[in-house]
T-cell receptor, first 112, second 112 residues
Framework: GAGVSQSPSNKVTEKGKDVELRCDPI?????LYWYRQSLGQGLEFLIYFQGNSAPDKSGLPSDRFSAERTGGSVSTLTIQRTQQEDSAVYLC??????????FGPGTRLTVL | QKEVEQNSGPLSVPEGAIASLNCTYSDRGSQSFFWYRQYSGKSPELIMFIYSNGDKEDGRFTAQLNKASQYVSLLIRDSQPSDSATYLC????????????FGTGTQLKVEL
């Protein structure tokens, strides 16, 4: 595709529910990154994939957060038992050349 | 000390003027530096990257890197109202893998 795509664009859920966020990177990009941006906060790194493996998961805030990537393409970020503090914009980025990252439009998650 | 620091602004400049945005970083070993523009409610858009000391020009934008002083700046010439946005400085820090560490951004307002 022309750019990174993410779905859904908006997600409203109730506290305690599980959510899945999807990212489809730019075609051919081998690296994929998840970040989140909370109101008034900077961009916070969550996890990085190179191909299907995740050499850096250091930013995942708790074991309620997990992510996978299949076929070296689409990635899913799963948040279990959502909490209100999980409310944020979740951004996915991909890169071909190491570290030059292009962002998708994001998923705005609201936990009620 | 934050790894990447930016003045939050807002920085107000008149239309047609030069806007100067600054960023300092703490990790002396950092090698890759990026400027992203983020409009309100949108995702970050890559506008410049720089790896070597000195200046790099692209259209109305010039990135400047001084590794000895650990700062990177972005100059926007002939500022336009459409340049009004938050500008995020991002750095790949030593030992951080490929993840970007972001500053909190500087809000730029270009006034008519």
């Amino acid at each position: 595709g022309a750019g990174v795509s993410q779905s859904p664009s908006n997600k409203v859920t109730e506290k305690g529910k599980d959510v899945e966020l999807r990212c489809d990177p730019i075609s051919g990009h081998t690296a994929l990154y998840w970040y989140r941006q909370s109101l008034g906060q900077g961009l916070e790194f969550l996890i990085y994939f190179q191909g299907n493996s995740a050499p850096d998961k250091s930013g995942l805030p708790s074991d309620r957060f997990s992510a996978e990537r299949t076929g070296g393409s689409v990635s899913t970020l799963t948040i279990q038992r959502t909490q209100q503090e999980d409310s944020a914009v979740y951004l996915c980025a991909s890169s071909l050349v190491v570290d030059t990252q292009y962002f998708g439009p994001g998923t705005r998650l609201t936990v009620l | 000390q934050k790894e990447v620091e930016q003045n939050s602004g807002p920085l107000s400049v008149p239309e047609g003027a030069i806007a100067s945005l600054n960023c300092t970083y703490s990790d002396r070993g950092s090698q890759s530096f990026f400027w992203y523009r983020q409009y309100s409610g949108k995702s970050p858009e890559l506008i410049m990257f720089i790896y070597s000391n000195g200046d790099k020009e692209d259209g109305r934008f010039t990135a400047q890197l001084n590794k000895a002083s650990q700062y990177v700046s972005l100059l926007i010439r002939d500022s336009q109202p459409s340049d009004s946005a938050t500008y995020l400085c991002a750095v790949v820090v030593t030992g951080g893998g490929n993840k970007l560490t972001f500053g909190t951004g500087t809000q730029l307002k270009v006034e008519l």
